[in-house]
């Protein structure tokens, strides 16, 4: 055990080890014997909330900061968008003919990531979901250019576990979904979103709201797929109905492919642009 560098104490760890050889005394087995942060039980009753949440914000932003990640780019979209050598499944014709956005998110992940590498991928890097399909893209992107990138899993009733192209260093496991959502957005340069289903608009709308309403920098919110997100939402009539303003309008921008969000991104003009930096 290293010594703590902030200080005389004792390290935490060493008084661990230490109860793994207490006394087997019916004192050291009780439960109320065990050291507070060794304790599931004690961690996982409903009091102790807050202390998770805190928890579970601190892991990925320690380890993030100590590999000096600076800023990422954002893929949000479908678990269930397939690969294109998957096309002839039993999927929908539908479902099927999107297959076409994973290999423009493999692609716009590719991209972004030949420019992370330049940095030592501290900036630019790719961070997604963590799952199959788009997000399954968005880190297979990634390994392609020979860069890392972030997997922010979650843990769902069924399984659910990281697609094999995240970088193991940076894939980490939610309980909360608040949290993990601000994990998202925490170092975002540019948002990038393909078609989904709930998920998907859950991540899209809440940064929309953040952006709207100055909580967070306006920074490029891309949706692929102009057609697929006309069709199910009614963006002009929103404005028409007055619960946004026509301003609104201009949060995000349409783009088909990897290049046209790589000119939105290149072009981006922060001049007037409302908000601030996301707090922490």
Same mark, same amino acid.
């Given at each position: 055990m290293k010594d703590n560098p902030r200080g005389p104490f004792r390290h935490a760890g060493q008084d661990l080890e230490s109860t793994r050889h207490a006394a087997d005394t019916p004192q050291a087995r009780s439960p109320a014997y065990r050291l507070a942060f060794d304790d599931p039980d004690f961690l996982l009753r409903d009091e102790?909330?807050?202390?998770?949440?805190?928890?579970?914000?601190?892991?990925? &932003?320690?380890?993030?900061? #100590? %590999?000096? /990640?600076?800023?990422?780019? *954002?893929?949000?979209?479908?678990a269930r968008i397939p690969r294109p050598e998957a096309r002839d499944d039993a999927r929908s014709d539908t479902l099927r003919d999107m297959s076409r956005y994973y290999e &423009?998110?493999?692609?716009? #992940? %590719?991209? /972004?990531?030949?420019?992370? *590498?330049?940095?030592?991928?501290?900036?630019?890097?790719?961070?997604?979901?963590?799952?199959?399909?788009?997000?399954?893209?968005?880190?297979?992107?990634?390994?392609?250019?020979g860069g890392c990138s972030i997997g922010l899993n979650i843990v769902l009733p069924h399984e659910q576990v990281p697609n094999e192209y995240v970088t193991p260093e940076l894939c980490f496991n939610f309980h909360y979904f608040g949290i993990r959502k601000m994990h998202f957005l925490l170092r975002a340069r540019a948002i990038a979103v393909f078609p989904g289903g709930?998920?998907?608009?859950?991540?899209?709308?809440?940064?929309?709201?953040?952006?709207q309403t100055g909580r967070m920098e306006q920074v490029p919110v891309l949706l692929f797929g102009e057609d697929f997100?006309?069709?199910?939402?009614?963006?002009?009539?929103?404005?028409?109905?007055?619960?946004?303003?026509?301003?609104?309008?201009s949060l995000f921008r349409f783009v088909e492919t990897a290049e046209d969000a790589l000119a939105v991104i290149d072009g981006w003009d922060k001049t007037g642009k409302r908000g601030t930096i996301p707090g922490r």
């Open positions: 102790l909330r807050p202390v998770r949440l805190q928890l579970e914000l601190l892991k990925p &932003q320690l380890e993030l900061d #100590a %590999r000096g /990640i600076n800023s990422t780019v *954002v893929l949000f979209g479908g &423009q998110a493999r692609r716009f #992940a %590719r991209m /972004i990531t030949e420019r992370s *590498v330049a940095t030592d991928c501290t900036e630019n890097v790719i961070v997604t979901g963590g799952g199959p399909g788009v997000m399954e893209a968005g880190n297979r992107g990634a390994a392609d250019a709930f998920g998907t608009l859950d991540e899209l709308f809440e940064s929309l709201t953040l952006i997100w006309r069709d199910i939402v009614n963006w002009d009539a929103l404005a028409r109905a007055g619960t946004i303003s026509a301003e609104d309008l």
